[in-house]
């Protein structure tokens, strides 16, 4: 199954620079395979140890950072004796070892030759706690579920994505209804590879959502695992109330919502938990359109999106007839699919999406990125009603800024705006 961060891991093994390299990313995006297959391919032997379930492992850096000692530990445990540039050393769930995220460092000092990746499901929440981070010693990377593109490749339809990144509009729109329809599975399927391979070798919907309810489930044993009791819950709160947030016409996440009364203080640590987690990403609100967006970004104000549409589509218990027959996925949910979908897009290819709004007017524009050296303010339209008012308007009141409007529209390119098909965007950001 190809993954699109192959290349950058190839990239950084051939790096004179190279650093160990911690990659980020929620539980079962596919860190673990990845790290191993890439091992497989590119180096003669791999030692791989998981320091959560290999007790020797969760002590071997707590006598000291002999690193021949270290070393010597690591073919004990996994039999792979580590010979610099031929042996991929992967040890995954790092946080589990005491000390191991610090002894990173003495890999990178005494023994930079020698190849390591680590990774964790919670290594993010780790990171945050500060515990003995190697500050400049290390390389990092995220990873995300399988982006649409990727998807694409997996079911098969590698063509399609050759046809998408040609930008060929007129070729493109030729495959619209099979375009479409893969799209919907995508929706309802999502990217999490585990679910993507099996729902590609059976086809069984029912069985893609006993799949995703068992990954929700994982979360929140994770939630429950690694915070206190009064933690636990207000996290579990926030993930319960992500459906009912993106399903309001304005996205802005309340915190009323959540629970009468709430305010920003009783749930800010518990959104912070699971973004650290990976499980969600947060888009804030900016309050001009320059460039860097960061240094317009409010604290304050922002809107929620799932990692994965699939897992978004299991906690609203959507049907599979909605997502893959009606037009629902599409027409209802206030255009909820549709931006969730375009939220992970862009962020597994590299953006940082924003969001800007006008809170005297109804104005609201629902990305704004960063796009080869412009500003882009994006409109997500989930259907064929493209009314875009609040994107002309933004573009008139911000000079040299065109606009990107995504729908189930064919290709066009305006003077103010392009409009670009959802199934696209791929295409149009490469």
């Known amino acids: 199954m190809y993954r699109q961060i192959y290349r950058e891991l190839a990239n950084w093994k051939n790096r004179q620079d190279r650093k160990p390299l911690i990659i980020l990313g929620a539980r079962q995006v596919g ?24 007790p020797r492992a969760k002590e071997m850096f707590m006598p000291d950072y002999d690193m021949d000692r270290i070393l010597l530990s690591i073919q004990v445990i996994t039999g792979v004796k580590v010979v610099p540039g031929k042996t991929l050393v992967i040890l995954d769930e790092i946080q589990e070892a005491q000390r191991g995220l610090h002894s990173l460092k003495y890999f990178n000092e ?25 500050v400049g010693k290390v390389d990092i990377l995220n990873m995300y579920p399988m982006s649409f593109s990727e998807f694409l490749n997996a079911m098969g339809m590698s063509d399609l994505n050759d046809i998408i990144c040609s930008r060929e509009w007129k070729v493109i729109e030729l495959m619209k209804d099979k375009l479409e329809h893969l799209l919907r599975q995508y929706h309802y399927v999502g990217g999490m590879p585990n679910i993507v391979s099996k729902y590609i070798e059976h086809g069984h919907l029912q069985e893609v959502r006993r799949e995703q309810q068992a990954i929700l489930e994982a979360y929140r044993r994770d939630i429950s695992k690694h915070t206190t009791e009064r933690e636990s819950i207000r996290i579990g709160q926030v993930l319960a109330a992500l459906p009912s947030q993106l399903a309001k016409e304005n996205k802005k996440f309340i915190y009323g919502a959540v629970r009468k009364g709430a305010r920003a203080a009783d749930f800010e640590l518990a959104i912070q938990w699971l973004v650290d987690a990976g499980i969600v990403h947060r888009v804030p609100r900016i309050s001009e359109a320059r460039m860097p967006l960061k240094f317009y970004a409010s604290p304050d104000a922002f809107k929620i999106f799932m990692l994965d549409c699939g897992l978004l589509g299991c906690m609203a218990d959507t049907q599979a007839a909605d997502m893959l027959v009606n037009n629902t996925v599409f027409t209802e949910f206030k255009g909820a699919f549709s931006e969730q979908f375009v939220a992970q897009e862009l962020i597994s290819m590299g953006s940082t999406p ?17 796009h080869k050296g412009r500003i882009v303010p994006i409109e997500v339209k989930a259907s064929t009603n493209v009314r875009s008012k609040s994107l002309a308007q933004f573009v008139k009141d911000n000079d040299g800024i065109k606009g990107l409007r995504l729908s189930l529209c064919p290709y066009v390119d305006q003077d103010w705006m392009e409009n670009v098909p959802l199934y696209a965007l791929s295409g149009w950001m490469a």
Not at 31 to 54: L, P, S
Not at 118 to 133: D, H, I, N, P, Q
Request: charged share 25%; hydrophobic share 35%.
């Open 354 to 370: 924003y969001y800007w709004s006008n809170d005297r007017t109804p104005a609201e524009i629902d990305f704004i990125i960063q």
């Open 31 to 54: 860190k673990t395979w990845i790290m191993r297959h890439f091992g497989n391919q590119e180096y003669e032997h791999v030692a791989y140890i998981n320091c959560d379930d290999e």
């Open 110 to 134: 005494k023994i930079p030759g020698c190849h390591v990746m680590a990774a964790g499901s919670l290594l993010g929440v780790t990171l945050r706690r500060g515990e003995s981070f190697p």
